[in-house]
């Protein structure tokens, strides 16, 4: 009895380390040398420090920042420790009031009538709660409210967004979309 006790130590030893150090330290390695800005956090900097994660959504919410989608994750939105979706269904009570107070906060902030159709992206979190882009047709919605508040050309941001609309990977997966972190950033650049 006291064989076959040994081999299987000595086997989840073995095993402990190669998966355990081994296989994580490779793999981390391996995307230090070939992919070091996704490894590292996909990082954008600003004025020498960083001004978040291109993977990461964050909650702009003053007027002359392009907005991303609520956030279902943890008490405030965007929190990545607690990333996930509300999992409320379509027909949810709940679910139903949220997507009525974002419409109306929605067409409130960009000045739209009362039944001016809303991108559901500005309306309702992702699976993740942390998606860090919007339609274009969501972000063109608000380019006239960035403007006004930026006091800069409407056509100018318009530009500004379809220079910032990414296709589809691939060009058959996802939906084109925009970046807001990277958008705002734009932005920021441009009233410098």
């Known amino acids: 009895m006291l064989k076959p006790t040994v081999k299987a130590l000595l086997l989840l030893l073995f095993m402990t380390l190669l998966t355990g150090v081994v296989y994580p330290l490779t793999v981390t390695g391996l995307a230090q040398v070939f992919f070091p800005h996704q490894a590292n956090g996909s990082l954008v900097y ?87 882009h919007v339609s274009p047709e969501a972000a063109l919605l608000q380019a006239p409210r960035v403007a006004a508040e930026r006091h800069l050309p409407e056509q100018e941001v318009r530009q500004l967004v379809e220079k910032y609309t990414e296709d589809r990977q691939l060009s058959i997966l996802g939906e084109p979309r925009v970046n807001v972190l990277l958008l705002n950033l734009a932005l920021d650049r441009m009233n410098k």
């Open 46 to 132: 600003r004025d020498g420090g960083p001004a978040g994660s291109v993977l990461i959504g964050q909650g702009f919410t003053q007027p002359e920042y392009f907005h991303g989608r609520p956030s279902a994750a943890g008490q405030d939105g965007y929190d990545a420790a607690a990333s996930s979706g509300s999992n409320l269904g379509p027909t949810n009570q709940v679910f139903l009031e949220r997507i009525g107070k974002y419409s109306e906060q929605v067409r409130a902030e960009n000045g739209l009538s009362k039944d001016s159709p809303v991108p559901s992206d500005l309306v309702t979190a992702s699976a993740s709660g942390l998606d860090p």
